[in-house]
């Protein structure tokens, strides 16, 4: 199965409080919270590249299965991680604490990031 492919945010679950449990400011949350987000992702083999425009922000992320690399979190800083594969349609990663699962069913995308007992999920179609 592969992620290939443009989708769009439909709905998210607990956007404030996991924003705010990870550190992102106030204002950055509250112009972040309504904004419907477009993820192009493009997969080749184990390598995968990510890109996520959200209103006038836009980030790159590029990552090949099992190697370490470097990934940008939402507060802006970069981190390095290492993106497993479980069966042929679920991401798996760790992000300085947050676990980050992304799951592919279909048309839709499920990615759902946790840290400590706050889960935000975030559920996107193909467009």
Known sequence: ???TGKYELQSQENFEPFMKSIGVPDEHIQKGKDIKSVSEIVQ?????????????????????IGEESEMEI???????????MEGNNKLITN???????????????????????????????RI
Do not use: P, W
């Not at 939402?74 to 497993?84: A, L, N, P, Q, Y």
């Not at 300085?96 to 996107?124: A, F, P």
């Open 44 to 64: 080749d083999g184990k390598k995968f590249k990510i890109t996520v425009t959200a209103g006038t922000r836009v980030m790159h992320q590029e990552f090949t």
């Open 74 to 84: 939402r507060s802006g800083e970069k981190i390095k991680t290492t993106v497993h």
């Open 1 to 3: 199965m592969s992620f």
């Open 95 to 125: 992000l300085k604490g947050v676990k980050s699962v992304t799951e592919l069913n279909g048309d839709t995308i499920t990615h759902t990031m946790t840290n400590g007992d706050i889960t935000y999920k975030r559920i996107s179609k």
